[in-house]
């Protein structure tokens, strides 16, 4: 079974709108991270959470960790074309692990 | 500053043939990693290495062989290619281990026939 599971597996919005990415896991994260894909591209790192309660903005893209450290939200304000992409959230395994596991990712299209 | 660089960028090999999966990174990193993504299976880890000489298994390592003799280069082995093995691969690298964002490659799109 996937131990980050992400929600929804697909979204298609028009430009402007808001929308939110969630990545959820069974057991406490001790780093979560966001990850950007264009197709035929590699991952482009977002952004890292590590405490419970952490929130961090990037331009119009937001992320948070809740306080169990068990659910991360990645929240795009007032959508524009260049936001389409795979949207990937990774977690450490553990305390300083060598070891990341990934959730199998949301894609977004986002049209005029 | 070239990053994280993945050669070939796409492959096609017949059942049985080995090759080798070229990484390499300028960024002096310690940490090195090889993924495959697959459709909806997201990415998972192949193998990793936390240092020069320093190699050790994922989730997915059979079939697979690393090796890391230098802090640059961390090459990805197919023993004898499997169908199973058609896949686009990453490489990724961080500073150290743990807690620490990774740099990924363009990824090498391989099939197997």
């Known amino acids: 079974s996937q131990e980050l599971e992400q929600s929804p597996q697909s979204l298609i919005v028009q430009e402007g709108k808001n929308l939110t990415i969630n990545c959820t896991s069974s057991?406490?994260?001790?780093?979560l991270y966001w990850y950007k894909q264009k197709y035929g591209e590699g991952l482009i790192f977002l952004m890292m959470?590590?405490?419970?309660?952490e929130e961090k903005s990037h331009e119009k893209i937001t992320a948070k960790l809740d306080e169990k450290k068990q659910q991360s939200s990645l929240h795009i304000t007032a959508s524009q074309p260049s936001h389409a992409g795979i949207y990937l959230c990774?977690?450490?395994?553990?305390?300083?692990?060598?070891?990341?596991?990934f959730g199998t990712g949301t894609r977004l299209q986002v049209f005029p | 500053n070239a990053g994280v660089t993945q050669t070939p960028k796409f492959q096609v090999l017949k059942t049985g043939q080995s090759m080798t999966l070229q990484c390499a990174q300028d960024m002096n990193h310690e940490y090195m990693s090889w993924y495959r993504q697959d459709p909806g299976m997201g990415l998972r880890l192949i193998h990793y290495?936390?240092?020069?000489?320093?190699?050790d298994q994922g989730e997915v390592p059979n079939g697979y062989n690393v090796s890391r003799s230098t802090t640059e280069d961390f090459p990805l082995r197919l023993l004898s290619a499997a169908p199973s093995q058609t896949s686009v691969y990453f490489c990724?690298?961080?500073?150290?281990?743990?807690?620490?964002?990774?740099?990924f490659g363009d990824g090498t799109r391989l099939s197997i026939l």
């Open positions: 990774g977690a450490d395994r553990g305390y300083n692990t060598d070891k990341l596991i």
């Open positions: 057991k406490t994260l001790y780093g």
């Open positions: 290495s936390v240092g020069a000489g320093i190699t």
């Open positions: 990724a690298s961080s500073r150290d281990r743990g807690n620490q964002p990774q740099h």
């Open positions: 959470l590590q405490k419970g309660g």
